[in-house]
Structures are given as C-alpha cells and as structure tokens.
T-cell receptor, first 114, second 112 residues
Framework: DAGVIQSPRHEVTEMGQEVTLRCKPI?????LFWYRQTMMRGLELLIY????????DSGMPEDRFSAKMPNASFSTLKIQPSEPRDSAVYFC????????????FGEGSRLTVL | DQQVKQNSPSLSVQEGRISILNCDYT??????FLWYKKYPAEGPTFLIS?????DKNEDGRFTVFLNKSAKHLSLHIVPSQPGDSAVYFC???????????FGKGTRLHILP
C-alpha cells in the first residue's frame, strides 16, 4: 500500500512568490496533519483535519499560511506571499481513528525561500 | 511554549552500549506518549508508545519508561546498533483530540 505522498520534494522560490505544497494521505485514513520542521523549533504542528474538516489551525503562523482539504485524498498547504523565514521542511502525516495515535508521515517537502 | 521538551540536542553512544534518550513534558493532561525515529531525507516513523496507565513498555531492543509524577519519559535502546543513528522525537497527546505534539528531537550517534 502506498504511503503518504507529498509534492514537491524540493522547492526553491523567491521571496514574495506563492508556494503550494501537496499531500495525498493513505487511503482510509481520516485524519491529516501538516507539520513544519526547523532546527530552532523542531516539529511544529501547523494544522490538522478530521474527515476533511479543519479542527485546529492554531499552529498556523500567520495569515500568509492557508490549508485546504477538498476531499479525503488530497490536501494543500499554501504560503502567499512566501518569506525567507518560511524555509523549512514541511511534513504531511495521516492517521486512522483507531491507530492509537500513530502517524504515518510523508517524506517531506523542503522549501527554500531566497 | 514547548509542552514537550527534549533538552539534549545530540547524544553519542558506543555500539553495543545502552542509549538513553530523555523527554520532559509540562501538560499534565497528556495521557499518551510516542517516540518517532527519523533518518535524513525521510519522514519520521513510529517507534514505540506508552499509555499513561503504564510505566513501562518494551518492544525488542526498545523500552520506554514513564514517570508521571516527574512528567518525564525515557527511551532505552539496548544494545545500540549503527542503524540506530537517527533523530528521535518524543511526542504526546491528551486523548481529547487527535493532536500530537512533538519535541525538538535528539540526534543519536552510534559510534563504532
């Protein structure tokens, strides 16, 4: 069975540009999470969805960040406009309700904003 | 404010010896704790977990200990092997929802 699929794996962009990161969760998983990893803050939870509905977006740093989950098999994290301090690795993860909290992570999208 | 704290950014251990990774938490509502392992250029993968009703959980070479009164947990790896070199994340949840909070991670180096 395919794992969580994220794209792009690497993105280099210039300050001010729009960035869209994509995620396909594992089929049958009903929760989806977006995390950001930086040296200073480790793995930060940005937002998570249950059954495609955003439940907690308190970790989204600013209005420049937005996330959507239009259906059970797709989610996007958008940054507009991007800034150099947004440079990080962004992970998507999914889980099943009865999985005991075990998250399955994608390989991450490494974003560099120049 | 960090609710899950891993105060050691890195740790080096001789192959064959015991590796002990520590984690502290501040939220007394946390009732489920997990450890994840991460290799470079990969996503974290689940390693082992423990519920707050237990104080120890063992899985092969990996054992997690929980001290609720001290709000402290630790991961023991024995014996340590070269493939254990990775970043280890401690994580916790409070059972009210699906939110899982991670620490900053500890990079473990297993020395030959």
């Amino acid at each position: 069975d395919a794992g969580v699929i994220q794209s792009p794996r690497h993105e280099v962009t210039e300050m001010g540009q729009e960035v869209t990161l994509r995620c396909k969760p594992i089929s049958g998983h009903n929760s989806l999470f977006w995390y950001r990893q930086t040296m200073m803050r480790g793995l930060e939870l940005l937002i998570y969805f249950n059954n495609n509905v955003p439940i907690d977006d308190s970790g989204m740093p600013e209005d420049r960040f937005s996330a959507k989950m239009p259906n059970a098999s797709f989610s996007t994290l958008k940054i507009q406009p991007s800034e150099p301090r947004d440079s990080a690795v962004y992970f998507c993860a999914s889980s099943r309700r009865d999985s005991g909290g075990e998250l399955f992570f994608g390989e991450g999208s490494r974003l560099t904003v120049l | 404010d960090q609710q899950v704290k891993q105060n050691s950014p890195s740790l080096s251990v001789q192959e064959g010896r015991i590796s002990i990774l520590n984690c502290d938490y501040t939220n007394s509502m946390f009732d489920y704790f997990l450890w994840y392992k991460k290799y470079p250029a990969e996503g974290p993968t689940f390693l082992i977990s423990i519920s707050s009703i237990k104080d120890k959980n063992e899985d092969g070479r990996f054992t997690v200990f929980l001290n609720k009164s001290a709000k402290h947990l630790s991961l023991h790896i024995v014996p340590s092997q070269p493939g254990d070199s990775a970043v280890y994340f401690c994580a916790a949840s409070d059972g009210r929802d699906d939110k899982i909070i991670f620490g900053k991670g500890t990079r473990l180096h297993i020395l030959p």
